[in-house]
């Protein structure tokens, strides 16, 4: 049971390229969220997902996509990468929605825009 | 929403208890309290989680007064691998975009 995996652990892109973070989880939760954390500071949500074929923004979505074509993967889409992007991102699931449950997080994606 | 006060920045010693508090005013009513713990270069880890009274697990223990406007995060005879940033959410029952993590709090725990 690997829990909730993230691909690439790191990256490195110029202004302007897009990539996919790569997000899956093998614990058959429904939910699944990401999350980017800025140097110092807490987590901000950007996207979730209530199940598979159904996202919702969060507080932060400009500048991303999401798909949720299976119950395990989330992946997370950037467009036209901005330095404002430089960041680390968390994906995260839960059995079901909300505060009263628990979220396990992945490793995390150290992204770097230059 | 909810939200949360933490303090920045909190220092102890090896085998002290800490309490590390949380002001969340406009908590309502369906609200639970979660408290996640993060090292660096992880995901948070979830710690324990409450809606009112006392909550104690094998890590810590949590404090949640009659009118639920703060919480206490305590964590007995800490040891230097508890150096760690610690989230207080409040979070509603329902809503997976209802939850937000604030700054947290910086412990740092010496020998």
């Known amino acids: 049971n690997a829990g909730v995996t993230q691909t690439p652990k790191f990256r490195i892109l110029k202004i302007g390229q897009s990539m996919t973070l790569q997000c899956t989880q093998d614990m058959n939760h429904n939910y699944m969220y990401w999350y980017r954390q800025d140097p110092g500071m807490g987590l901000k949500l950007i996207y979730y997902s209530v199940g598979a074929g159904i996202t919702d923004k969060g507080e932060v979505p400009n500048g991303y996509n999401v798909s949720r074509s299976t119950t395990e993967d989330f992946p997370l889409r950037l467009e036209l990468a901005a330095p404002s992007q430089t960041s680390v991102y968390f994906c995260a699931s839960s059995e079901l929605a909300g505060g009263a449950y628990e979220q396990y997080f992945g490793p995390g994606t150290r992204l770097t825009v230059t | 929403l909810a939200k949360t006060t933490q303090p920045i920045s909190m220092d102890s010693y090896e085998g002290q208890e800490v309490n590390i508090t949380c002001s969340h005013n406009?908590?309502?009513?369906?609200?639970?309290i979660t408290w996640y713990q993060q090292f660096p270069s992880q995901g948070p880890r979830f710690i324990i989680q409450?809606?009112?009274t006392k909550v104690t697990n094998e890590v810590a223990s949590l404090f949640i007064p009659a009118d639920r406007k703060s919480s206490t995060l305590s964590l007995p005879r800490v040891s230097l691998s508890d150096t760690a940033v610690y989230y207080c959410?409040?979070?509603?029952?329902?809503?997976?975009?209802?939850?937000?993590f604030g700054s947290g709090t910086r412990l740092s725990i010496r020998p």
């Open positions: 406009n908590i309502a009513t369906n609200d639970y």
């Open positions: 959410l409040v979070g509603l029952y329902s809503s997976a975009s209802k939850i937000i």
């Open positions: 409450g809606y009112k």
